[in-house]
Every structure is written in structure tokens, then in C-alpha cells.
């Protein structure tokens, strides 16, 4: 199974950028997805997830700013980022819960994307 992160990228302070995460697999469908934010020298920690029935939760640095879905027709999900601050700045992960066609409950990583905003 592969799970392509990508969207990252260089934006000024107040910008824009749309985050994606696909999982590539004809056997499995995304139950659960979450975006994890690495700052240089920190931690990871959750910005946001979002549930097999759509549910939405935010951590509050991010909240009206971020905004996470899903395509599940395509196996994909997004994290569109708006009015971004310098100290959004960092690596990207996603997260992912998947089910495949027996029923079985599988969890990936993506590979990470660079998100960098400029004051």
C-alpha cells in the first residue's frame, strides 16, 4: 500500500496551500484520517482528524484556519490551509486508518511534505 502525501511548499505569511494524502490500494478504503505537524526541533503533534462518518476535530492553533476532508471515491483525503503563520512551518504527516476488502484494520504513515511560510 502506498500513501502519497503531497502539496507542500513555500507560501508567504497570510497564504494559502491544499494538502492531500492518497492511499493507492484497490484492497483498502480510508476508515480514519489525521494531519500531524512537525515544527523543526519539536515534536509531532495532531492538528486535525477526521472520522469514517465525516466528524471533524481541530487542534486550537489551527482552528478557522484549517480545514480537513475527504474524497472517498478516490481514496483521498485533504487538509486546505489558510491564513498560514510562520509557525505553521514544518513537516506534514498523515495518517491514516484503513480497512481492506476482508475487514481487517490496517494504519500507515505518510512519507511527510514541507510546509514553509516566510514572514
Known amino acids: 500500500v502506498q500513501l502519497q502525501a503531497s502539496g507542500g511548499g513555500l507560501v508567504q505569511a497570510g497564504g494559502s496551500l491544499r494538502l492531500s494524502c492518497a492511499v493507492h490500494?484497490?484492497?483498502?478504503?480510508?476508515?480514519?484520517m489525521d494531519w500531524n505537524h512537525q515544527a523543526p526541533g519539536k515534536q509531532r503533534e495532531l492538528v486535525a482528524s477526521?472520522?469514517?462518518?465525516?466528524?471533524?476535530d481541530y487542534a486550537e492553533s489551527v482552528k478557522g484556519r484549517l480545514t480537513i476532508s475527504r474524497d472517498n471515491a478516490k481514496n483521498t483525503g485533504y487538509l486546505q490551509m489558510n491564513s498560514l503563520k510562520p509557525e505553521d512551518t514544518g513537516v506534514y504527516y498523515c495518517?491514516?486508518?484503513?480497512?481492506?476488502?476482508?475487514?481487517?484494520?490496517?494504519?500507515?504513515w505518510g512519507q511527510g511534505t514541507q510546509v514553509t511560510v516566510s514572514s
Open positions: 495518517h491514516v486508518d484503513a480497512r481492506d476488502i476482508l475487514g481487517r484494520k490496517w494504519t500507515y
Open positions: 490500494s484497490r484492497i483498502m478504503s480510508i476508515n480514519s
Open positions: 477526521i472520522t469514517s462518518a465525516g466528524l471533524t
